[in-house]
């Protein structure tokens, strides 16, 4: 799948496609002890206590957002630079919630009586470092994270923004961010629990399980019929909260798919619900592609619906999963 043995249409005819049921089990090869170890890798490596809070687009200037974290009220807005200004959520006044109040020139002001921020300490308000790396808005949450602080989160290898097309999907599932991981690190799922998206999926390479190369994959993305795109894929973990997926060969070579799971807290149930914030980057080196560059506002809704599909699945089986081990029925 080398450049030069492209076609000059992007697109592959299956020979002989089978059904569905007719496809290679992939159980055996999706050994749970295999997935725990990726999983358990995965968690091991340092976040710098850094969490997704939203895509950079979700954050305009002159309006705040607000997220909790873990259980934390955060406020995050832009100021008169346009710079990513973050801190609790809470008015240190009388408690309002600065996320439903307005920014004026890059200034959150309280709604219930005034109390202006700009970003700096202020009144007992103490900010928290806050990153935007092009397409995606972090915080630094220290005492959350209880790690070693670091000054700039964990930011996967990505397309130059300049070549590059991106969008952004936002999901929310009952589960906790390491079910939403071990969904992402589970490969072996994808041509079955998927089929209306994936076809001829084989894991190469599990070698890189320990977390060292990631699990490497050839799969088809199904266009209609029997028309396929089909790439060479590896999956890693370069932080605990995030799985990224890198088209190492094939059509779109270099785009990423970033999945991000962030803990919100317990619902009114006391149970724990996750967001995942997935951000796709894609490229090509195809002549064409500037013009779906030049298209992205009307190509990010798609993007995001095509990915939508796909969460709908998988947060079912990340919330399959909590409950599976919440009530120590889990066979994993």
Same mark, same amino acid.
């Given at each position: $799948?080398? *450049? ?26 999706? !050994? ?6 990726? #999983? *358990? ?7 710098? @206590? ?17 997220? *909790?974290?873990?259980? &934390? ?25 600065? !996320? ?16 202006? #921020? ?29 790690? &070693? ?15 590059? #097309?991106?969008?952004? =999907? ?12 071990? @969904?992402?690190?589970?490969?072996? %799922? ?5 089929? =209306? ?18 699990? +490497?994959?050839?799969?088809?993305? *199904? ?12 999956? &890693?973990?370069?932080?605990?909260? &995030?799985?990224? $997926? ?13 999945? %991000? ?30 013009? +779906? ?23 079912? =089986? ?15």
């Amino acid at each position: $799948m080398s *450049k030069d043995r492209r076609g000059r249409i992007p697109l592959s005819l299956r020979r002989d496609p089978v059904p569905w049921d007719r496809q290679r089990p992939t159980w055996r090869e999706a !050994r749970p002890a295999l997935i725990a170890g990726a #999983l *358990k890798h995965a968690s091991a490596r340092p976040s710098g @206590n850094w969490y997704v809070i939203g895509g950079s687009r979700a954050i305009a200037p002159g309006a705040s957002f607000g997220r *909790k974290v873990a259980g &934390t009220e955060v406020v995050v807005w832009r100021d008169a630079d346009g710079l990513l200004r973050a801190g609790p959520g809470a008015c240190p006044h009388l408690g309002a919630p600065l !996320r439903d109040s307005p920014v004026r020139c890059g200034t959150l002001v309280c709604h219930w009586h005034g109390l202006a #921020l700009d970003g700096g300490p202020f009144a007992g308000w103490e900010p928290y470092p806050a990153y935007d790396d092009g397409v995606l808005c972090w915080v630094r949450l220290d005492a959350v994270g209880g790690e &070693t602080p670091s000054d700039r989160p964990v930011i996967p290898e990505r397309p130059r923004p300049a070549a590059a #097309l991106d969008a952004v =999907y936002e999901g929310f599932g009952v589960c906790e961010p390491e079910d939403v991981v071990a @969904n992402r690190l589970d490969p072996w %799922h994808g041509a079955w629990f998927h089929p =209306y998206s994936f076809v001829d999926l084989t894991v190469l390479d599990t070698s890189g399980a320990d977390g060292s190369d990631g699990f +490497a994959v050839e799969v088809s993305f *199904k266009v209609a019929g029997r028309l396929v795109v089909p790439v060479r894929a590896v999956f &890693t973990a370069p932080e605990p909260r &995030t799985v990224v $997926m890198h088209i190492t060969e094939g059509e779109g070579r270099g785009s990423v798919v970033e999945t %991000h799971a962030t803990p919100l807290g317990e619902d009114r149930s006391g149970r724990p619900r996750t967001a995942v914030v997935e951000a796709v980057i894609a490229a090509s080196d195809r002549r064409g592609f500037a013009v +779906a560059r030049a298209a992205a506002p009307l190509l990010r809704p798609l993007v995001r619906a095509s990915a939508g599909r796909l969460w709908r699945d998988d947060l079912a =089986y990340a919330e399959r999963r909590w409950e599976l081990r919440s009530t120590g029925r889990f066979p994993g």
